[in-house]
């Protein structure tokens, strides 16, 4: 799993109070949102009326795809043609598929199954037991106790 950080800088000097800025931080997060499939927000500044800080997340399976589409979005706000321009950005690219399970070929991932968790029995390599298996294991394990039960004797004082 590969994720991308995206942090940049907006100066809005026509801004002369936060209205104008909010109106422009929006005109610029929701053109982002829709012509990419990333996750943004402003993060910083938000009290400032000539400065925004934009964050930027996309998450995928390819860092160079990952990157891609995160430079795209520094460009289309460049080019974007609102009351804004770029001042800095910050881009980070972390790759986490080594602490999970590494990288694995479609073949690797059929023949080892599903992910095994702590505490959680996957039946792997098993034949999972039918309805009626289950509820008659469930009624022989409350005759058991109800047997245990009986068997132990009362210690209710009268």
Known sequence: MVVGLLRFELQIPASTSLKFKR???RK????????????I???????????ATIGVSAVGNDGAFVNEVLDKVVHS???SG???????????ILNLGESLDGER??????RAGPRSQ?????????ELPTLDEIEEAAEAELA???????DEPSHRKK
Not at 105 to 110: D, V
């Open 118 to 126: 702590e505490g959680l029995s996957l039946f792997v390599g098993e």
């Open 41 to 51: 927000a402003e993060v910083a500044d938000n009290d400032l009326w000539q400065v």
């Open 105 to 110: 070929t479609l073949a690797e991932a059929e």
């Open 82 to 92: 609102v009351d804004a321009w770029v001042v800095s950005h910050e881009l980070e």
């Open 28 to 39: 610029v997060i929701d053109r982002i949102r829709a012509r990419f499939n990333v996750s």
């Open 23 to 25: 109106q422009v931080v």
């Open 144 to 150: 058991r106790q109800r047997a245990s039960e009986q």
């Open 77 to 79: 706000v460049e080019e």
